[in-house]
Nanobody, 123 residues
Framework: VQLQASGGGSVQAGGSLRLSCASS????????MGWFRQAPGKEREFVAA????????YYADSVRGRFTISRDIAKGTVYLQMNSLKPEDTAIYYC?????????????????WGQGTQVTVSS
């Protein structure tokens, strides 16, 4: 079972990126999914999460209003639309999946992790 995050890159402040998380080995259409990030020298932190049924979603205070998590049930793919990016959003972004269908913000409750995709925002 693998999760593959993609869509990272380098943008200027105020720009946008859309991250995707695809799965192989199993589908995650019925599972809670989340995005986390880790900046250099910092601990991994929660960004956004969505349950099996879709919205409402949970967001970290630092990204609420700028980021949107969504999912395509048919494709088994989860997305993170990131707008109005700031230099402090620079990090490696990881998608994660739960065995449970419910939504969660605690990284320790996630069972599957992708390899991460780098997002760099310059000022």
């Amino acid at each position: 079972v693998q999760l593959q995050a993609s869509g990272g890159g380098s943008v200027q402040a105020g720009g946008s990126l859309r991250l995707s998380c695809a799965s192989s080995g199993r589908t995650f259409s019925n599972n809670g999914m989340g995005w986390f990030r880790q900046a250099p020298g910092k601990e991994r932190e929660f960004v956004a999460a969505i349950g099996r049924g879709g919205p409402p979603a949970y967001y970290a205070d630092s990204v609420r209003g700028r980021f949107t998590i969504s999912r395509d049930i048919a494709k088994g793919t989860v997305y993170l639309q990131m707008n109005s990016l700031k230099p402090e959003d620079t990090a490696i972004y990881y998608c994660a999946g739960r065995r449970s269908a419910s939504i969660a913000t605690n990284a320790r409750t996630y069972d599957y992790w992708g390899q991460g995709t780098q997002v760099t925002v310059s000022s």
